[in-house]
T-cell receptor, first 110, second 116 residues
Framework: KQEVTQIPAALSVPEGENLVLNCSFTDSAIYNLQWFRQDPGKGLTSLLLIQSSQREQTSGRLNASLDKSSGRSTLYIAASQPGDSATYLCAVPQGGKLIFGQGTELSVKP | EPEVTQTPSHQVTQMGQEVILRCVPISNHLYFYWYRQILGQKVEFLVSFYNNEISEKSEIFDDQFSVERPDGSNFTLKIRSTKLEDSAMYFC??????????????FGEGSRLTVL
């Protein structure tokens, strides 16, 4: 059974800092991994989708990496801004459904 | 940019009442999903739908739940007799290809259901 864990559960950083969010999964037989952003009381915004054949995917200040063999993915946010404050979720597919981590709540202080 | 839209954004209902949550997936997508998130908990899968039938459902999706694509654009989730524990944010999602292979899922803003 696939389990997805995100560490840390919460993170507070000053504006401008580079940061890394971690996601680990127990079953490495995945086709892809998706990172989402969730603002309080809002929906899930897809940030990046990494296919299993890729090791990295970049979008603006965001860079996601995937290491299937170790069951890990990281989301790197460069030059963080207060507008980046949100909960970041990772999810992996299993049998036609996504299995989500519990998220990392990020707060970027001005 | 195409998006998944959900209505209502918030619904309050009495226990035992029927609720229908509506979704308009992205127009060229073929795979549709419902997920839910109880406050403070993980997002969890309810059901997937393809070619006018359920592809997969979780153990949460019992007989009180049903899904339907009544026309070419809407995708609905019906809860027949709501319980207090059904209170959650319900998310609709769609994808162009199967989510477990290459498909990227796009989620709506959610419908918050409060059962009193």
């Amino acid at each position: 059974k696939q389990e997805v864990t995100q560490i840390p559960a919460a993170l507070s950083v000053p504006e401008g800092e580079n940061l890394v969010l971690n996601c680990s999964f127990t079953d490495s037989a995945i086709y892809n991994l998706q990172w989402f952003r969730q603002d309080p009381g809002k929906g899930l915004t897809s940030l990046l989708l990494i296919q299993s054949s890729q090791r990295e995917q970049t979008s603006g200040r965001l860079n996601a990496s995937l290491d299937k063999s170790s069951g890990r993915s990281t989301l790197y946010i460069a030059a963080s801004q207060p507008g980046d404050s949100a909960t970041y979720l990772c999810a992996v597919p299993q049998g036609g459904k996504l299995i989500f981590g519990q998220g990392t709540e990020l707060s970027v202080k001005p | 940019e195409p998006e998944v839209t959900q209505t209502p954004s918030h619904q309050v209902t009495q226990m035992g009442q029927e609720v229908i949550l509506r979704c308009v997936p992205i127009s060229n997508h073929l795979y549709f999903y419902w997920y839910r998130q109880i406050l403070g908990q993980k997002v969890e899968f309810l059901v997937s739908f393809y070619n006018n039938e359920i592809s997969e459902k979780s153990e949460i999706f019992d007989d009180q739940f049903s899904v339907e694509r009544p026309d070419g654009s809407n995708f609905t989730l019906k809860i027949r007799s709501t319980k207090l524990e059904d209170s959650a944010m319900y998310f609709c999602a769609s994808s162009e290809s199967p989510g477990d292979y290459t498909g990227e899922l796009f989620f709506g803003e959610g419908s918050r259901l409060t059962v009193l």
